[in-house]
């Protein structure tokens, strides 16, 4: 989703980072506000000025998003739902939660923190815009003020939209949950509401392009596709969870899968393993023990003219912590470890013994079917609905 963080400071712990795209927002954001916006409040004033106004204004929507993103996650830590960090990125910001909530009291909680904060701050800075008018002859300082103002209440307003990703969307899902006491459907209402409200702001963006408001339209447009994107994520998610949670490994993996003994040639572990079974490394086993991992890379230095004469027992290494795994492990943890260092299998091992295989490919294959099976009655083929009334 990211295209280049840096981090930008810490704040109550957490560590803020600002995604390049969002460097493109604010030169949006300057750039209308010094051209547009700003001179049409308080005209009179010099370029340079509006250019300034612009900046800091720029620089107040950044800490805007920032506080809104920090309501959120220091609730979420309150509530033992850990954060990572927070991203501001080119559509806003995000706190990025490890796992899903623990409870539906705490994700209505935690949701509701941005929103309010947002509101709180609007309060606040429409407040200071009226001493600065009041006071007088801190016109440009009023204007920002209240500009950033409004913003904070339509960052509180849109946000509230009952459309997952947005806090609403999560508000909704988690009163759903508590209502209904089912998580799953919870979610795939919020975020079918999601994906609904994408449609919407992407056909808004759309006739907004058509009517000549060109920005705003390629804005929405992507708003849209974005929100949709993360709601549809967000059900697959849920989905998997679903099926794969507390499921074990030994449930998925292959037993007796094929390993390599130590004391083959080179030669013959490229000829009969690895051009045979096409995979980039095996475990390497004496007596049904695992005693090491040997992959394409750990023959790379090698000479040809050696692979007949050196062996796999001198070539293999300690197999890596991100390469195994034990037959009782949750199966989604294992699927999030090949999801985050990217071998294609892990080797399943009870002790020193390898019991298993467990490949990516099988357990995705196992998701589709199962996800097959378990369509809603209603999305059945209409020829399976045929042969009900012909049988009796
Ligand atoms: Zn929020």
Redesign the pocket.
Known sequence: MFIYRVRLFSLFGFKVYMDASWLLLALLIVWSLALGVFPSLVPGYRMSIYVWMGIAAAAGLLLSIVL??T??ALVARRLEMPIRDITLFIFG?V?EMEGEPTSARGELLM?A???VT?AALGLLLMMGSGVAMAVGGFAPAAAVLGYLGTLNWLLAIF?LIPAFP??GGRMLRAMLWSWRKDFASATRIAAGSGQIFGLILILIGLLQFLRGAVLNGVWLFLIGLFLRGAASLANQEMLTRKILGGEPVSRFMTPNPISVPPDLSIQNLVDDYIYRHHHGSFPVTRDGRLVGCIGTADITMLDRSDWSRRTVAEQMRRCGEDEITTPDTDALQAMAKMSRTKPSRLFVTDGDRLVGVLSLRDLVEFLRVKLELERPRHVQEPGLMLVGPAAR
Do not use: I
């Open positions: 809104h993103e309501a959120h910001g706190a949701a923190a941005g929103p947002s946000n947005l806090d």
